[in-house]
């Protein structure tokens, strides 16, 4: 199949786009779309392009070092841009597997030309036409591709002029080639290079960032990690430093590699930001703040693997970002200038139930409570407001608006936007302790009691350490043991001054999943949602193939839709080596795929055993529907909380819970040995499910939150 890549600097008229995409898509063609303009205000007409892919280049330089915005500011459009672009992973592997590279306007030729020259089989264009005869083209050779096409010289003349500092840069971008930085030696030449002394800081910079490029085209990713880290312990300025350090440990982390220089990368920034803080430039603090906090709480590292440094000693991992005046700054509470008050009792109680875009479990709380003749119930999603979207995820203004007490722009912009939501309700109640929470608590609540629910995903993310628990009133959990890493991470929330604090299940209609099971759903072992590396269903793989060496009637029935290869490289290896184990697992009918689908409880009737093989959860709440469904429960024993005071084994009952695919199998050949055995255990299972997380029961406890409290 041919690879196109578009390259846009300015939108491109999408009509015109959209033809060319169809003609390219006729010719079994795979078009990707790279922009600098704002892809987003355009993305119903994007989405309906049918692009293989569409991603959002950087469209400024404002994260860049000084140098690099006034180089650009004496640049020309088309420099401008490939500056912008140059180190974006996305585009780089895509240009790597292109087999023709197109600029749609002029200010993205230079961009094409300077992709071409480490892609030196890709065909190398300007304008649609041109790129739709070369696919033709190629389709009639068989794909076989030819050296590029260049853009016109005098396109290119305009963008050429750059110097680094008396280095000539063609002579750097040679000497860096793949070839060499393949070289063990040549690598190891150049990573002593950039560490030699008496280097001015700016050429000691440009050469290491020269270099990395060429390890990270070589195949090298660590070795240029390395050479930004070596380049980064002989430079004094701490921003410059935060920033060699920053981009090495990015180079891996799109790789799925875990940095080996985390630790100082994050160090780094903390420095910078509590110097910057100290002078009393808020906005830069917040800058290196905001950056150290997403280095650390990166979703590679915590969320699209099978481990955690969390996992390990989470009060220690924080630890550090603790102890530095930025963050200790950020997490003294400003607190509420007066305490909540109870709705007057001649009226109903005004609820206020908001999220950013996931409302997955809050469908049965809204019909509940909608109908509920004391509750006036209002509904509000951030994300359905752009202007409101736009502040619930704004990390960094946050940050400054916190560092600089309260006065930025960022402040009167949520009193404006959000006041009138707050002020209306008796209770906030706000799902998900993610964006939102930092923006309900930038302003004060005056009289409105704020509730906020936190699952599990939340835990492993930034935004927790940006919020002032302070001005929220209740936290509500789903588990003890969520509650128990959470504490450990927030200082905050330890101590007797953080919000109150609730263990409340999901709301779930478990009823619905009580309906008869065929005898044969006995050898069916069920796995619902295998749409995250957490959920680790090579481990249910594992323990299919343990029980089928008994009795090879049983099956595994996964339900939900797959991973995304495109949230990380760490997802995509993972599933890589998941379809790898499945193929013939597959093609035998020992794995059966059912893909999404909006019925569950009809799908669980044909399923005998259900399998939690998680790494992590929060509350499990496909499991917990099976176990409803009279399915035999077989739950992992949690690896990120095992061995802990609270996880799987205090949230589930006595049996369920296994420490290894041996136990699991075990239990499974135990449990169905024979059909009246497995009814039974069901039976019990379902019993359970129901007298405990059902609606009818967690409804009463939702009911006492928000009607039952005393102010």
Known sequence: ??????????????????????????????????????????????????????????????????????????????????????????????????DVLVALDPAAVYTVWRLSQYNRGAEALFGLTPALTAVERLGARGGVTRRPILPPLDVLVRDVRRSVDGLPAALL????????????????????????????????????????????????????????????????????????????????????????????????????????????????????????????????????????????DAEGFVAPLHRTRTMRELSRGQGRRTRYERAPAHRPLRLLVTTSANDNFLHHILEHFGNHPGVELRFLDLAASKHLKRIAWAGRRMLEDRLSGGKSDYQEEVERLMRPYVDWADTVFLDWSAGPAPILTTI??????????????????????????????????????????????????????????????????????????????????????????????????????????????????????????????????????????LAPLTESGAVVRRGPTDDVPSELTGIGTIISSSVREGCHVGLMEGAASAAVPVVRDWPFYAGKPNGARTLYPEGWVVGSPEEAAKRILETTATEEAWREAGKLAAEHALSVWDWSVVSKQFEQLFLEDDA
């Open 1 to 98: 199949m041919t690879e196109v890549l578009l390259i846009a600097a300015a939108k491109p008229q999408l009509g015109v786009l959209a033809d060319a995409v169809r003609k390219f898509n006729a010719q079994g063609a795979r078009v990707h779309l790279a922009g600098t303009f704002h892809l987003e205000s355009f993305s119903e007409e994007i989405a309906a392009l049918d692009l293989a892919e569409a991603s959002q280049l950087p469209r400024s330089l404002a994260h860049g070092s000084q140098a690099l915005r006034r180089r650009a500011r004496t640049s020309t459009v088309g420099m401008r841009v490939w500056l912008q672009a140059r180190r974006t992973p996305w585009l780089r592997s895509r240009a790597r597997r292109a």
């Open 173 to 312: 971008r040679t000497a860096t080639a793949r070839p060499v930085m393949r070289s063990t030696v040549g690598a190891r030449l150049w990573r002593s290079a950039v560490t030699a002394p008496g280097l001015p800081t700016r050429v000691r910079t440009v050469t290491a960032r020269y270099v990395a490029e060429g390890m990270q085209w070589a195949g090298r990713t660590s070795g240029a990690a390395m050479v930004l880290a070596d380049a980064a312990s002989r430079i004094r300025d701490p921003g410059l430093k935060a920033r060699l350090l920053d981009e090495g440990v990015m180079k891996e982390i799109s790789k799925g590699v875990t940095p080996r220089h985390l630790g100082r990368a994050v160090a780094a920034q903390l420095s910078h930001a509590d110097e910057e803080f100290a002078a009393g430039r808020t906005g830069k603090a917040a800058g290196a703040l905001d950056r150290a906090l997403c280095l650390a709480f990166h979703r590679v590292l915590h969320i699209d693997r099978l481990s955690s440094p969390l996992a390990v």
């Open 444 to 581: 004060d609540p005056g009289t409105t009691r704020v509730v906020v629910r936190l699952h599990s995903y939340e835990a492993f993310t930034r935004w927790p350490h940006m919020t002032d628990f302070s001005r929220i009133d209740d936290l509500v959990y789903v588990a003890p043991h969520v509650r128990d890493l959470v504490t450990s991470l927030v200082p905050q929330l330890r101590g007797g001054h953080g919000p109150r604090t609730h263990i409340l299940d999901n709301a779930m209609d478990l009823a619905a999943f009580a309906r008869p099971k065929p005898a044969e759903a006995r050898f069916n072992l069920g796995l619902i949602g295998i749409g995250q590396v957490a959920k680790d269903p090579r481990w249910a793989v594992d323990v299919l193939e343990r029980v089928r060496r008994h009795d090879d009637r049983y099956r595994l029935v996964m339900i939900g839709g797959d991973m995304d290869p495109k949230t990380s490289r760490a997802t995509r290896e993972y599933r890589r080596e998941f379809e790898r184990e």
